[in-house]
């Protein structure tokens, strides 16, 4: 195809100095330093058509984002560029699943692997962990998992944690891992980890296979590069180490993902790494008033881990940020909901309104005063659609369907809806397989051989193999597109004549299917032109995520995480909760990078925000059950907050900031030197016993005593409650 036939339209003169410096920057490396608001997508995108002007083929370049959304957007724009064929955009994880179906054999794989949801992974390291006659109340499996997870990002095999075990626990661990990893194996089957694992290794230990992806993506681009966790660096690394091309996107102060392994030196050492790099800084910020980025610059200052830039505001001045405290989270929301009524009822649209928190059990309180405030509302946790039980069967069908040898699946479906096909039976067909060495469709379709099994129930796990023979027999089919054989299993499997409605006479299980299966047909649609298949649709089930779910011409308000704002704007935005526990995370108190990280979720909270911002706390909050008083988040005091406002006596009092530079010092209340207490200090607490104290802030009657137990425990108390007896 000639390169004409691509013909970029843009102008490069619609980009600022410092944006035409990225765009022009052609061969070796490149880090951009992208500010929230500071057009880091028109830039990449614009990036990518003057490679294309210059002469590069769209087929050698790719660009990896960290969500479906965002690759969406870019294709979108670039296609709106001129770029109509070629040009490789997508997330880490779908580059990877290309690439492993790819070059499969080279990677000991099958290329029909299933990818495994978060419920299979669970159901998988529960068996290697009764394999390994191991308690599970002593290694729980979501512990198990987690450790797992960190050991692959950070590219540790089964036999490099072995290596290093040096006591009972790591090497119980090990022996988990390595009959995980075999589990997965006999499924033919890899977990979210796996992709990248699997794809790191491949590039380090085949080199012809690196060699043939560097001259494919000659130019390399990796958005959020502050989120990239080790096997993504080393991704990268692989990807662009034969031609040095690679040009990497992000912002240190958006780094909100060390909980899953994000690594922030990846972006903070990238010079280090390529001592040639051209470095940009994007500070204009085409987004947010100056008083929200004055707000935002005061608080992120407060961090260590970050690369010095500024946030320059590009728009008019607007409202003041103002912070409200409220007696219970009851009256917080109907607060919150009350002032969104009086945005709506001045013009505002509901899609440009949203409400950020901390975590995702602060969505109840909230909820409740919009139902009651008759407010449209979603929720944006779109992955829990996939999670109820008809679909996560629908899902099992096809997945046993694309990779026979998938046994989790199996296992889920032979008896759903009900065939008579009890535990037993299946123990034995299991047993089959396993002494066999075969997967549980083959010993299915081998049941007659099976003599412990009784002849009616051999007819029936038959009658079973042959109906899934049949659905596979549809794959070669090229008019049977997602949605035709979704219909098919879905009225021959038995499972549409099994969906009842509940009690209260909703048919919600069958809208649930009609759901998935309406979706399955828009895929079908977006695709009719490309070679698509079954497993790029289980694939992209299996890498949805919260934020795909966000729709933003929804005539809805949004209620989300903070995580899951990440990558969104909005004119207005509501942040609840702004507590010590909260915001900062409970889990936060012992480390000082976990701080640092929270620190920054509340900064990506703060630059959602276009034309108004609202920030609230309540004095007191439910926790499992228990009214416990709180204590303003310490952040509050950096941004501006003036401590004696903490508790003011009259509910939903405000204090608003402007946009006048100050000193965080200013904020920060020091400790006197006649405090009542010292770092150090011993104490003891009626309830929670003997403990040293962290921290003393000395407000008067408001100071707040730090204090970490002897259980374990570090718990921040106001001091007029807290009633502690000094030791010594």
Known sequence: MELMDFAPNFSIDQLTQSQKAAVLHRDGPLLILAGPGSGKTR????????????????????????????????????????????????????????????????ANLEPNFSIY??????????????????????????????????????????????KRADGFYLEILAKIYKRYQEILLANNALDFDDLLVRTAYLLRDRPEVRSELSRRFQYLMVDEYQDTNH????????????????????????????????????????????????????????????????????LIANNSKRKEKRLIATCESGNKVETNVYSDEQEESLAVARKIKSLISSGANLNEIAVLYRVNSMSRALEEAFVNEQIPYSIVRGVEFYSRKEIRDMIAYLKLIANPSDNVALERIINTPARGIGKT?????????????????????????????????????AKFGHMIHKFTKLLDEPSCGIADLMETVYLESGMS??????????????????????????????????????????????????????????????????????????????????????????RSKENPEELEEERRLFFVGITRAKRNLNISYAKYRSMRGMLNR????????????????????????????????????????????????????????????????????????KSVVTVRFDSGQTKALLLKYAKLDKIG
């Open 425 to 461: 039976s299946l123990g034995r067909v299991a047993d089959y397989a396993k002494a066999r060495k075969i997967s549980m469709y083959e010993a299915v379709t081998s049941v007659a051989f099976i003599d412990t099994i009784s002849k009616a129930a051999q007819s029936k796990i």
């Open 630 to 701: 709180t204590i303003p988040s310490k952040f509050l005091y950096e941004i501006g907050m003036s401590p004696q406002n903490a508790y003011a006596n009259s509910y939903g009092s405000q204090d608003s900031f402007t946009s006048k530079p100050k000193k965080t010092s200013d904020y920060v209340p020091k400790p006197k030197s006649t405090a009542l207490y010292r770092a150090g200090d011993s104490v003891r607490h009626s309830k929670f016993g003997l403990g040293k104290v962290k921290e003393y802030l000395d407000l008067g009657e």
């Open 497 to 586: 004549d099994s969906l009842k409605p509940n009690e209260r006479g909703e048919d919600t299980a069958r809208a649930n299917v009609d759901e998935l299966i309406s979706s399955a047909a828009k895929y079908d649609k977006e695709t009719e032109s490309q070679q698509t298949s079954l497993f790029d649709y289980l694939q992209s089930i299996a890498l949805y995520s919260d934020t795909d779910a966000y729709d933003a011409n929804s005539p809805t308000v949004s209620l989300m995480t903070l995580h899951a704002a990440k990558g969104l704007e909005f004119e207005n935005a509501f942040i609840v909760g702004l507590e010590e526990g909260l915001l900062p995370h409970e």
């Open 117 to 162: 949801s978060d419920a299979e992974q669970k159901k998988c390291v529960k068996d290697a962990i009764a394999d390994c006659n191991v308690a599970s109340s002593n290694f729980m499996p979501s512990r198990v998992l987690n450790a797992i997870s960190k050991f692959k990002n950070d590219l540790e095999s089964v036999e490099d944690v072995a």
């Open 43 to 106: 830039v990449i995108t614009s990036r990518i058509a003057q490679l294309i002007k210059d002469g590069v083929s769209p087929y050698n370049i790719c660009a990896i984002t960290f969500t479906n959304k965002a690759a969406e957007e870019m294709r979108q724009r670039t296609f709106d560029m001129g770029v109509t064929s070629g040009l490789q955009v997508s997330t880490f994880h779908s580059l990877c699943v290309r690439i492993l179906r790819q070059y499969a054999q080279m």
């Open 231 to 298: 096997t993504q660096y080393q991704i990268a690394k692989g990807l662009s180490i034969e031609h040095g091309n690679i040009c990497v996107t992000g912002d240190p102060d958006q780094s909100i993902y060390r909980w899953r392994g994000a690594d922030i030196a990846n972006i903070l050492a990238f010079e280090k790494d390529y001592p040639n790099a051209k470095v940009v800084k994007l500070e204009e910020n085409f987004r947010s008033t100056p008083e929200i980025l004055s707000v935002a610059d005061k």
